[in-house]
């Protein structure tokens, strides 16, 4: 066996021990001021920041989203630090989490700086947490329903679950995949695109140029399993299948010549009348089992919020606004994320 047979081999390999030192490396926790430029991609539903002599913070309205990103898959404390100072006559504020139909009870929020600490169960289908919080008006001059105003937070894995397991539900399944295809894929395609030859003349300019996208692949895998929590907002999962059947499409192309035994079969079954159905039925199951597993980029899990926007306007005696909701939408989790957006879209379908 020659040693170009043995490269694809040891890409694999050298891709598996980068995964395997950097997740066992990865930070497992996050924390951030409400100041920090980051925050924006995991808050949605607070108010303006805004600061005193000791704090930047925002307040939230009563439905309030913190985006959970790769903490989604597995148990996650939240570490938020809240105030909600109330008027001396007004019972103090009560805050609930939500997460989907998992929720905890209602809970003290006082008017002095205080740390609260939840722990939250995995749920790869909810990559949020909801905070529920009472309202309250400053003053006469000042009409904001303000809930609770937050000036920082922290995610982190609880110490009970070890590094590589955590790291690994971090990445995800797709997120996986993809970066253990990324090393091969380019060294395929590589030798494909750059017509790679066996005469000397050319053959170590070839070699370079291959050598370095493997190299830059690598590098882009350790940058992603060394900082798993990155990854999430880096490598949308939503587009990851898509991602890697245009890979495999490549790939195709790239090695038709040594496809066409399996062109030629899938031809033949689709000019024979018998089989023609069951390759079309087969083709729309496997689709359909994509999709179930991973959300198709020009849709995003936010349906509920969309539905709970309408059905308010159907349904609510005032127009909605940010913080306005319903008991008996509890159930479908919409967390007033779509109350945001320009309402044409929930008009014409609330009518």
Known sequence: MTFRRLIPALILIATLLILFLGLWSAPLSLAYSVDA?????????????????????????PLAVINLYAFARTPVIIDLRLTSPRPADEPPPALGLARGRWHTSSFDVRGDWRRYQVLLPANANQPEIALLGSTFRPDERDRRSLSMALSRLRLSIPSTMQQLPAGLAMLGPWRLALLLMLPLFVYSSALRLLA????????????????????????????????????????????????????????????????????????????????????????????????????????????????????????????????????????????????????????????
């Not at 920041?49 to 939230?60: F, K």
């Open 37 to 61: 430029p980051a925050s924006t991609a995991y808050l949605n539903g607070f108010r303006a920041l805004e600061r005193n002599d000791t704090s930047a913070y925002r307040w939230s309205y």
């Open 196 to 351: 790679y030859r066996r005469d000397t003349s050319r053959r170590y300019g070839f070699h370079l140029a291959i050598s370095l996208g493997v190299g830059v692949s690598l590098a882009f895998v350790w940058s992603q399993a060394s900082n798993p929590i990155s990854a999430g907002l880096v490598l949308n999962e939503s587009w990851i299948p898509l991602i890697l059947l245009l890979a495999i499409a490549l790939l195709w192309i790239a090695y038709r010549p040594q496809m066409m035994p399996i062109e030629q079969t899938i031809q033949h079954l689709l000019d024979t009348d018998r089989t023609r159905p069951w390759i079309v039925v087969s083709a729309a199951c496997i689709i359909g089992l994509i999709m179930l597993v991973a959300m198709p980029p020009w849709e995003h899990p936010d349906e509920s919020s969309h539905f709970e926007f309408a059905w308010l306007i159907a349904n609510h005696p005032t127009w909605p606004t940010p913080g306005t909701s319903d008991p008996r939408l509890a159930s479908i989790a919409g967390g007033g994320r779509a109350l945001f957006h320009q309402p044409l879209y929930h008009v014409l379908i609330s009518t």
